[in-house]
Nanobody
Framework: QVQLVESGGGLVQAGGSLRLSCAAS????????MGWYRQTPGLERELVASIVKTNGRDTYYTESVKGRFTISRDNAWNMLYLQMDRLLPEDTGVYYC?????????WGQGNQVTVSK
C-alpha cells in the first residue's frame, strides 16, 4: 500500500505563489501516474495537473492553470510537487494529491489553498 501526505498550501494574495508537496511512502513501484485535484464548494473535484510514469515527462494541465502551474516529481516518485504562480482567487480550494496505484486510486488528506483578492 502507499500513503500520500501533503504539505504546503495556505493563504496568499492574488498574484502570489505557493508550492504544494506530496510525499508518497510504501510500495511506490505500483504507482503509474500522479496528479493534483482541486475541489471548491458546490463543484466536483477537478483534475488540475497530472504526470505519467511511463516516461516521466507527459503532463496534463487544465486550461485555467496553463502557464501558471507546474507539476513535477523526484526521480524516485517519492515526491510530487505543484508550483502555483500568479495565483487567482478562483484557484481557491482544497487541493488533493492523487496516485494511480495498480487498479485503484489513492488520495492525500487535502490541503486548503486560499487566494485573497
Amino acid at each position: 500500500q502507499v500513503q500520500l501526505v501533503e504539505s504546503g498550501g495556505g493563504l496568499v494574495q492574488a498574484g502570489g505563489s505557493l508550492r504544494l508537496s506530496c510525499a508518497a511512502s510504501g510500495d511506490t513501484i505500483g504507482i503509474s501516474g500522479m496528479g493534483w485535484y482541486r475541489q471548491t464548494p458546490g463543484l466536483e473535484r477537478e483534475l488540475v495537473a497530472s504526470i505519467v510514469k511511463t516516461n516521466g515527462r507527459d503532463t496534463y494541465y487544465t486550461e485555467s492553470v496553463k502557464g501558471r502551474f507546474t507539476i513535477s516529481r523526484d526521480n524516485a516518485w517519492n515526491m510530487l510537487y505543484l508550483q502555483m504562480d500568479r495565483l487567482l482567487p478562483e484557484d481557491t480550494g482544497v487541493y488533493y494529491c492523487n496516485a494511480a496505484y495498480y487498479t485503484t486510486e489513492l488520495w492525500g488528506q487535502g490541503n486548503q489553498v486560499t487566494v485573497s483578492k
